[in-house]
């Protein structure tokens, strides 16, 4: 199974809002990342969690919040978004330590802030 | 200066057509090279890992050279379902990866 899940597919939310936005793998990866896409644009890297523990922080603003339960979810967290941040959200998962191997991407949630 | 850089194209070539992409890397140390393919409001899909042997996978091929620091994709006999931004990906030390700003390639008919 080389499947990565993300729910949901689609999400509107106003700037007042909390929502979150889910990941699933179960490839036995212990790296998860989370990536922002804006149209055109390649991936940006948002959060990883290696071994479920935060590892990287791209100076994301607190309004987006990740959470890694266990070594197969990978959560973010949303309150206050702007309008701005509205873009496609990829989670991904692959092998943590190095070299890393490849990463898996999940279909995406595709978010409106109005 | 941008650790990974590609040419973004477009790139409009006929079916039949052989089309070469190439990425540079800054980082010297860097470890893990890939290709993936992302399709409109897709997300990417890993194509190919780039090795320093070169790999082929049918009509594409792959290419790594250390010493130039850049990758190369090499697709022949293009089909229409190629058309799509191929993004150059590059693993650094541990679990950070750098993307590209992909390249669009539309193969005509």
């Known amino acids: 199974d080389t499947e990565v899940t993300q729910t949901p597919k689609h999400l509107v939310m106003g700037m007042t809002n909390k929502k979150s936005l889910k990941c699933e793998q179960h490839m036995g990866h212990r790296a998860m990342y989370w990536y922002k896409q804006k149209a055109k644009k390649p991936p940006e890297l948002m959060f990883v969690y290696s071994y479920e523990k935060l590892s990287i922080n791209e100076s994301v603003p607190s309004r987006f919040s990740p959470e890694c339960p266990n070594s197969s979810l990978l959560n973010l967290h949303l309150h206050a978004l702007q309008p701005e941040d509205s873009a496609l959200y990829l989670c991904?998962?692959?092998?943590?330590?190095?070299?890393?191997?490849?990463?898996?991407f999940g279909p995406g949630t595709r978010l409106t802030v109005l | 200066r941008k650790e990974v850089e590609q040419d973004p194209g477009p790139f409009n070539v006929p079916e039949g057509a052989t089309v070469a992409f190439n990425c540079t890397y800054s980082?010297?140390?860097?470890?893990?090279f890939f290709w993936y393919r992302q399709d409109c409001r897709k997300e990417p899909k890993l194509l190919m890992s780039?090795?320093?042997s070169g790999n082929e996978d049918g009509r594409f091929t792959a290419q790594l050279n250390r010493a130039s620091q850049y990758i190369s994709l090499l697709i022949r006999d293009s089909k229409l379902s190629d058309s799509a931004t191929y993004l150059c990906?590059?693993?650094?030390?541990?679990?950070?990866?750098?993307f590209g700003t992909g390249t669009s390639l539309t193969v005509i008919p």
């Open positions: 990906v590059v693993n650094d030390v541990g679990n950070q990866f750098y």
């Open positions: 780039v090795y320093s």
């Open positions: 991904a998962s692959g092998r943590a330590g190095s070299p890393g191997g490849e990463q898996f």
């Open positions: 980082n010297s140390a860097s470890q893990s």
